[in-house]
Antibody, heavy 115, light 107 residues
């Protein structure tokens, strides 16, 4: 069974930093691109960042470029999102999602509140 | 970036009726379009990928069609559990983008 479990969400002040983690199981983690997708309260879905299976290629939404860094540790089957210089508009539930043609598996999300 | 525009914003129908949801892209995305269903307090669930392929475990009443810039998600006969928010998403080019969603309400 594929499982993605996010953690690390918290209340943080504007300008602060936070690191999210996503623990994966049930599939060969190192062979798949994975993404972070967020959803502000009462709003739609926004793709944030993606990283290739090897970790060589990374991609970012313009809204987070230069502030967020995606990374992965394939030996630990874990995805990370380092978030710096946080803004109120970064407040959202952050999901990690496995990517094969589309986001076929999602975690339950972790809430980040910037206030 | 590729902008996806979903219509209508809200659709009010009764169980047993047919639902037709639209997604229009600002430029061609080929067939690289997916549809998701999201219920309150839950993560999105993949329904359709590559415009017309049903994801694992998705009932046959869900179907997708289209290519290029115009896409449709059809639910042939609504079940009570189908009332939710639906999003389209393109993966033709970076950044990946989502539509703003269509809320499917019980009439």
């Amino acid at each position: 069974e594929v499982l993605l479990v996010e953690s690390g969400g918290d209340l943080v002040q504007p300008g602060g930093s936070l690191r999210l983690s996503c623990a994966a199981s049930g599939f060969t983690f190192s062979t798949y691109t994975v993404s972070w997708v967020r959803q502000a309260p009462g709003k739609g879905l926004e793709w944030v960042s993606a990283i290739s299976g090897s970790g060589v290629s990374t991609y970012y939404a313009d809204s987070v470029k230069g502030r967020f860094t995606i990374s992965r540790d394939n030996s630990k089957n874990t995805l990370y999102l380092q978030m710096n210089t946080l803004r109120a508009e970064d407040t959202a539930v952050y999901y990690c999602a496995k990517d094969i043609s589309a986001f076929d598996y999602w975690g339950q999300g972790t809430l980040v509140t910037v206030s | 970036e590729i902008v996806l525009t979903q219509s209508p914003a809200t659709l009010s129908l009764s169980p047993g009726e047919r639902a037709t949801l639209s997604c229009r892209a600002s430029q061609s995305v080929g067939s690289y379009l997916a549809w998701y269903q999201q219920k309150p307090g839950q993560a999105p669930r993949l329904l359709i990928y590559d415009a017309s392929k049903r994801a694992t475990g998705i009932p046959a009443r869900f179907s997708g069609s289209g290519s290029g810039t115009d896409f449709t998600l059809t639910i042939s006969s609504l079940e009570p559990e189908d009332f939710a928010v639906y999003y389209c998403q393109q993966r033709s080019d970076w950044p990946i983008t989502f539509g703003q969603g269509t809320r499917l309400d019980i009439k």
